[in-house]
Every structure is written in C-alpha cells, then in structure tokens.
Nanobody, 123 residues
Framework: QVQLVESGGGLVQAGGSLRLSCVAS????????MGWFRQAPGKEREFVAA????????LYADFVKGRFTISRDNAKNTMYLQMNGLKPEDTAVYYC????????????????WGQGTQVTVSS
C-alpha cells in the first residue's frame, strides 16, 4: 500500500504561483503512475494532470495547459505540480493519486489518494 502526503498549498493572489508536492511512501514510487485532481466547494472532483512512471508522458486538463506543470523525482519519491498564473477559479483542495496503471484523467481508476492540500487564490 502506498501512502501519499500533499503539501505546498496556501493563499496566493491572482497571477501568483505555488508548487505543490506529493510525497509517497510504503512502496516503490516508480511503480506508480500519478495524478493531480482538485475539488472546489460544491463541485465534483476534477482531473488536473497526470504523469507516467518515469515522467515521459504527461496529460493536462485543458483549463491548466500552459499554466501548470506536472513533474516527478523518483529519487525523492515526490511528484510536483508547479502552478503559475493562478486564477480565483483554481481555488480548491488539490489531491494527488497513485495507481500502478497509467489511468490518466479517470479518478475512479486510482486506488490511492492523499488527504489533500488547500489552494486559495484571491482576486
């Protein structure tokens, strides 16, 4: 069983940047494809980005293309989400997820989730 812990969230003004981290433990990190999702109050959880086992393949939701970058450092058992040009509509709890298969945007395909980190973007 892999355990995931997110960090790096906070309050930022519109146009600002944050970098989220997701640290994995308990299993070999490179055996897992990873994803970032977010959930705003009153809304369903939505896909943000996904990355393959060694980072050679990435997927992004259309609304973050050009602003967010997903990456991973397998030596550090850590995945990142660099968020630039933040907008108030990016306000949400951000979750990382892991799965041995590369399931990309399908949240139901992930069996391992972190507890989430809050990102709040003020206008």
């Amino acid at each position: 069983q892999v355990q995931l812990v997110e960090s790096g969230g906070g309050l930022v003004q519109a146009g600002g940047s944050l970098r989220l981290s997701c640290v994995a433990s308990g299993r070999t990190f490179s055996d897992y494809a990873m994803g970032w999702f977010r959930q705003a109050p009153g809304k369903e959880r939505e896909f943000v980005a996904a990355i393959s086992w060694r980072g050679s393949s990435t997927l992004y939701a259309d609304f973050v293309k050009g602003r967010f970058t997903i990456s991973r450092d397998n030596a550090k058992n850590t995945m990142y989400l660099q968020m630039n040009g933040l907008k108030p509509e990016d306000t949400a709890v951000y979750y990382c997820a892991a799965e041995p298969s590369f399931v990309g945007p399908r949240s139901t395909g992930y069996n391992h989730w972190g507890q989430g980190t809050q990102v709040t973007v003020s206008s």
